[in-house]
């Protein structure tokens, strides 16, 4: 009897020591700070060096006279095609196809030349403009007709020159430049000898890299 109580206490007991609930370790807390997140390059600067700019200015200058006249010269003949054949001038149809096609070839050779000698200006300030350019030439062939005195040939620079200024100031100094500025680079030259060896003796040369 006395074995067998010993032997119930000690069941007892174990399973008590098993019922026992079993501590859970917690993970260690985070001690590292997450990673700032990384910078965006800086936007580059859009300076204004008038005397930098001269060469592309004169570019565009001579680009959008030479493609406005050439296609205000197109747009001429067509209106002259699209005229009544009864009319033996072109009439007010040649004239308005000379106007359109003026307007239409001063922004493309603006942007042509400007592209040319590293620009990046917008296509969009470049017409607009052109086309206030254009306003105000009409506006003033309109009103120097009540002055028979004035010469109106200047009238015609007006969409030329407007083209120019809404090209420049949609522009950086150099696309080359603001690219590398954008992707956080700057350019510079450097220069590095070469060598190169043929049958007929040794080359020396100097490379010249924009980086």
């Known amino acids: ?4 109580a010993l032997c119930c206490a000690l069941a007892l007991a174990a399973s ?4 026992q609930p079993v501590p859970v370790a917690e993970p260690p807390a985070a001690t590292s700070a997450p990673p700032p997140p990384p910078e ?3 936007h580059p600067t859009r300076s204004f060096n008038l005397l930098a700019r001269l060469p592309r200015i004169t570019a565009e200058l001579v680009f959008g006279g030479i493609s406005g006249a050439g296609v205000a010269f ?3 003949q067509l209106g002259c095609a699209l005229s009544d054949p009864n009319i033996t001038s072109c009439g007010p149809s040649g004239t308005y196809g000379a106007i359109g096609g003026f307007a239409l070839g001063v922004p493309i050779g603006v942007m042509l030349g400007g592209t040319l000698l590293d620009g990046d200006g917008a ?3 470049t017409a ?3 086309l206030l350019g254009v306003a105000g030439a009409l506006g003033g062939l309109y009103y120097l007709q009540f002055f028979p005195d004035f010469n109106p040939t200047p009238l ?8 120019v200024v809404g090209y420049e100031l949609s522009s950086h100094d150099s696309r080359t430049a603001a690219q590398a500025e954008a992707r956080g680079k700057h ?5 590095l000898p070469t060598a190169a060896f043929t049958r007929g003796g040794a080359a020396f040369g100097v490379s010249l890299l924009l980086l």
């Open 16 to 19: 008590a020591a098993v019922a």
């Open 187 to 191: 350019l510079s030259l450097r220069i």
């Open 74 to 76: 197109g747009g001429y």
């Open 156 to 163: 015609i620079a007006l969409p030329l020159a407007f083209a």
């Open 128 to 130: 607009f403009g052109t």
């Open 123 to 125: 296509v969009l300030s």
């Open 1 to 4: 009897m006395i074995a067998r």
């Open 40 to 42: 965006e390059p800086a």
